[in-house]
T-cell receptor
C-alpha cells in the first residue's frame, strides 16, 4: 500500500520557468515531510523539509507547500536551471520518525 | 567533513549466496537507517538502528538482518539471495532517533544473478 504517491513520473520545464512537483499522502499521522533530489548512481540528496505545524518553507529557489486538509505537498523551483534535472522524491514520516515513506519519484528535465 | 560512506559500491552475487554491506555514518550521527531502492521505485525502509539498538524494521523477510557497532557504523546482511534482491541499497544517517532529515550515502548496487 503506497502511502506516499507522486502521480507524475516525469516533468519537462523550460529553463528560467517554474517547476512544480506534486506529492500526495494518505496517512493523517504523517507530520514531517521532505524532498530529495537524486542523480543516477548516487544516493538521494536532501533538499528541503517541512513540519506539519507550517504550511510553507523556503530555501533559496526551493519552496515547499503543505496542505494538510488535502494531504498534499508540492515543491516549487524558481527559476528552474538545467542542473535541476534529476529525479525528485518526496518522503514522509510520523511521530515516531524512524521510518520514512517515499514516493516513486518524478523525473524533472529542465530544457536550456 | 566526510558524508555517509558505503562499501562496496557494486557487488555481483549468485542466488543462494550471502552478502554483507557496510556503512559509516556522518561523524556525530548516532542513527543509521537502511533502505532498498528497486529500479523505478522509491526507497523502501528496511531497518533503523539508534545507539546500537534496532528501533524500527520494515516489511522485509528474516533473511535481512543488520547491526550497529559501538562506533555507530553498521552492516546489513542478506542471506539466501534471490533475484528480487537486486537493488540499490542505501544507508542514511541522522543525529538522533526521529524526525530529522536523513542524509544518504551513494549506495551499494547489488546484482543477483
Amino acid at each position: 500500500d503506497q502511502q506516499v504517491k507522486q502521480n507524475s513520473p516525469s516533468l519537462s520545464v523550460q529553463e528560467g520557468r517554474i517547476s512544480i512537483l506534486n506529492c500526495d499522502y494518505t496517512n493523517s499521522m504523517f507530520d514531517y515531510f521532505l524532498w530529495y533530489k537524486k542523480y543516477p548512481a548516487e544516493g538521494p540528496t536532501f533538499l528541503i523539509s517541512i513540519s506539519s505545524i507550517k504550511d510553507k518553507n523556503e530555501d533559496g529557489r526551493f519552496t515547499v507547500f503543505l496542505n494538510k486538509s488535502a494531504k498534499h505537498l508540492s515543491l516549487h523551483i524558481v527559476p528552474s536551471q538545467p542542473g535541476d534535472s534529476a529525479v525528485y522524491f518526496c518522503a514522509a514520516t510520523g511521530w515516531a520518525g524512524n521510518q520514512f515513506y517515499f514516493g516513486t519519484g518524478t523525473s524533472l528535465t529542465v530544457i536550456p | 567533513d566526510a558524508g555517509v560512506t558505503q562499501s562496496p559500491t557494486h557487488l555481483i552475487k549468485t542466488r543462494g549466496q550471502q552478502v554483507t554491506l557496510r556503512c559509516s555514518p556522518i561523524s556525530g550521527h548516532k542513527s543509521v537507517s537502511w533502505y532498498q531502492q528497486v529500479l523505478g521505485q522509491g526507497p523502501q525502509f528496511i531497518f533503523q538502528y539508534y545507539e546500537k539498538e534496532e528501533r524500527g524494521r520494515g516489511n522485509f523477510p528474516d533473511r535481512f538482518s543488520a547491526r550497529q557497532f559501538p562506533n555507530y557504523s553498521s552492516e546489513l546482511n542478506v542471506n539466501a539471495l534471490l533475484l528480487g534482491d537486486s537493488a540499490l541499497y542505501l544507508c542514511a544517517s541522522s543525529p538522533g532517533q526521529s524526525n530529522e532529515k536523513l542524509l544518504f550515502g551513494s549506495g551499494t548496487q547489488l546484482s543477483v544473478l
